[in-house]
């Protein structure tokens, strides 16, 4: 089966600009996460969805940041406007209900000049 | 709050030798623990899941332990090869939810 896709692969915008990222699950995988990883630090989780619904989104930075999931199938999110602390890799993850491990994407590597 | 404390040193073996990375957590007593794999300009994969009540797992020549009275685990990959040099994660699930919080990662070098 095909594994977890994210687009674009890199992305270089300069502040105050708008940047969406789309990550599309593994088939059948209700659930789909976004996380984070800002340089030098761990990776750290932003949202999870579970289909169409947020579960939780205690990990989004602020309100720039809006991460939509229409349909339950592929994500987007939003950053807008971006601000220089947002660069980072933004990594994309899914799994089927219950199960424990996460398969993830190769993420977007997202500079904000 | 929870955390988990990885090696921020790399770690640096001979191929042939055991590669031994350590994974401390406080403030916490999850139900699992697992270990990620992660290559530069790739996202993580996963490699080993180990559960509470389970003191260790085995997968060829990767095993983990599991200690929740030290509140540690230990990642060892036996005769490394040169192709087993990447970061290695550890990752917990949060308390009551989905999150999933990872360690830093060690970064395992293995010279031929």
């Known amino acids: 089966e095909a594994g977890v896709t994210q687009f674009p692969s890199h992305s270089v915008i300069e502040k105050g600009q708008t940047v969406t990222l789309r990550c599309d699950p593994i088939s059948g995988h209700d659930n789909l996460y976004w996380y984070r990883r800002v340089m030098g630090k761990e990776i750290k989780f932003l949202l999870h969805f579970v289909k169409e619904s947020k579960q939780d989104e205690s990990g989004m930075p602020n309100n720039r940041f809006l991460a939509e999931r229409t349909g339950g199938t592929y994500s987007t999110l939003k950053v807008q406007p971006a601000e220089l602390e947002d660069s980072g890799v933004y990594f994309c993850?899914?799994?089927?209900?219950?199960?424990?491990?996460?398969?993830f994407g190769p993420g977007t590597r997202l500079t904000v000049l | 709050s929870q955390k988990i404390e990885q090696n921020s040193e790399a770690l640096n073996i001979q191929e042939g030798k055991t590669a031994t990375l350590t994974c401390n957590y406080t403030n916490y007593s999850p139900a699992y623990l697992q270990w990620y794999r992660q290559d530069p300009g790739r996202g993580p994969v996963f490699l080993l899941l180990?559960?509470?009540?389970?003191k260790e797992k085995r997968k060829e020549r990767l095993k983990v332990t599991f200690d929740t009275t030290l509140k540690q685990s230990l990642f060892h990959i036996t005769a490394s090869q040169p192709a087993d040099s990447a970061t290695y994660l550890c990752?917990?699930?949060?308390?009551?939810?989905?999150?999933?919080?990872f360690g830093a990662g060690t970064r395992l070098f293995v010279k031929a």
């Open positions: 990752a917990l699930p949060n308390t009551g939810g989905f999150k999933t919080i």
């Open positions: 180990i559960r509470e009540n389970e």
């Open positions: 993850a899914s799994n089927r209900g219950g199960a424990d491990t996460q398969y």
